[in-house]
């Protein structure tokens, strides 16, 4: 048996208080909807959320989701097989809505026995959802706003993820205490709500449990795991990083949409407003298409978070880090950063209970 198997066995603790049996109580429905031993899921994140961390927050009690990001159907499927040999737990893929080969990453995840498909970047294609559950999964998805909580839920969506514009990656404009605070109260009676964005403490684990949350969960204050393959250049800039370091890109010209992305300022960065300015006024000049400027904006970030994540450039790839990164101040084992959370979390509601 490997170390991770054994590892595989040990429980969660956070004592006896009054703070954590409450802890235990409060995320008894998400941790029962995710089969995990504690409601906390490690969102996937694009190139880290690979076997390594995934089996290691699953096995620490937590939740992993493999980041299916633009791999093929060939790729997902080894992925997960490899996660498999390294967990007996249960663990989630997340699958990206426009991927042109959706159906066939469901049906991968069908043949593993994939309990749990969360689906983002945008609503759930026509009949995607049917074929998720078709396989006995549950799916998980991303509600952006109430109204979409509601028709998402309408749709038949068992668990929802609502996530604040403080995460790292792409964002939304609405801040995560805004959200929690206009969606919990109307629907998390009716499906488990996982909030996220912005998480780096337990004190605030506790508060949205309050509010109604099942769970959270949280992706930059994994990226530093031991477990984590990401870059020893990666990891770095995420311990220096203050939380003012993880900014949303600008767009600066209407013609040229950019989608909002959270990540660290770089030189990358700053190349891609001088872009930005040079596509603009090539346009004016009519030196360029409308349809062509448009590409040249949507392609200059391919593969730049490969490149940061992977080949640890992290001046000129995308480093993408939500603002909770100015509390990840070192490289730690899953177990220490879920049994910290935890504790906090415990902390927190044992002072309520006095
Ligand atoms: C490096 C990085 C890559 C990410 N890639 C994805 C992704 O591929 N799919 C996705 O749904 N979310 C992605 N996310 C968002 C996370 O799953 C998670 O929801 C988010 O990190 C939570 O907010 P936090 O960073 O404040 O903890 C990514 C986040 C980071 C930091």
């Not at 629907?187 to 780096?200: E, K, S, T, Y």
């Not at 309050?210 to 959270?216: L, N, Q, S």
């Not at 995420?238 to 660290?264: G, M, N, T, W």
Request: aromatic share 4%; with cysteine; hydrophobic share 50%.
């Amino acid at each position: 048996m490997t170390d991770t198997l054994a590892a595989d066995r040990a429980p969660v603790s956070v004592g006896v208080s009054v703070g954590a049996e409450r802890l235990t109580r409060r995320m008894a429905r998400g941790a029962a909807f995710l089969g995990s031993e504690v409601a906390i899921l490690g969102g996937a994140m694009s190139w880290v959320s690979e076997r390594n961390l995934v089996a290691a927050i699953s096995n620490a009690g937590g939740f992993g989701v493999i980041a299916c990001g633009a791999m093929t159907v060939d790729l997902l499927d080894r992925e997960i097989a490899a996660t498999k040999a390294l967990t007996t737990k249960p663990f989630g893929v997340n699958l990206i809505t426009m991927h042109p080969d959706l159906m066939d990453l469901i049906a991968v995840c069908g043949r593993h026995g994939v309990g749990h498909v969360v689906l983002a970047g945008g609503l759930p294609p026509k009949g995607s959802l049917e074929a998720i559950k078709a396989t006995g999964a549950k799916v998980i998805c991303f509600a952006p706003a109430l109204s979409l909580a509601k028709k998402l839920i309408r749709s038949g969506v068992d668990a929802l993820v609502v996530e604040g514009m403080e995460a790292g990656g792409h964002i939304g404009p609405v801040s995560t205490s805004v959200l929690a605070q206009e969606i919990l109260p109307e629907v998390a009676d009716q499906v488990p709500v996982f909030v996220a964005g912005g998480i780096g403490r337990g004190e605030a684990i506790a508060g949205y449990l309050d509010m109604g949350a099942a769970g959270v969960q949280l992706g930059t204050r994994f990226v530093c795991a031991t477990e984590s393959i990401a870059h020893a250049n990666f990891k770095k800039a995420f311990i220096r990083a203050s939380a003012r370091d993880a900014v949303a890109s600008v767009q600066i010209d209407p013609r040229l949409p950019v989608i909002p992305v959270r990540a660290l300022k770089n030189a990358g960065g700053e190349l891609f407003t001088a872009k930005q300015r040079e596509v603009a006024q090539a346009l004016d000049e009519g030196g360029v298409a409308m349809a062509e400027a448009q590409l040249q904006i949507e392609h200059y970030w391919a593969g730049a978070l490969r490149r940061a994540v992977i080949d640890g450039d992290v001046e000129h790839g995308s480093v993408m880090a939500g603002q909770s990164v100015g509390m990840v101040t070192r490289e730690e084992p899953v177990t220490a950063i879920i049994a910290e959370l935890m504790a906090e979390a415990a902390a927190a509601l044992d002072k309520r209970a006095a």
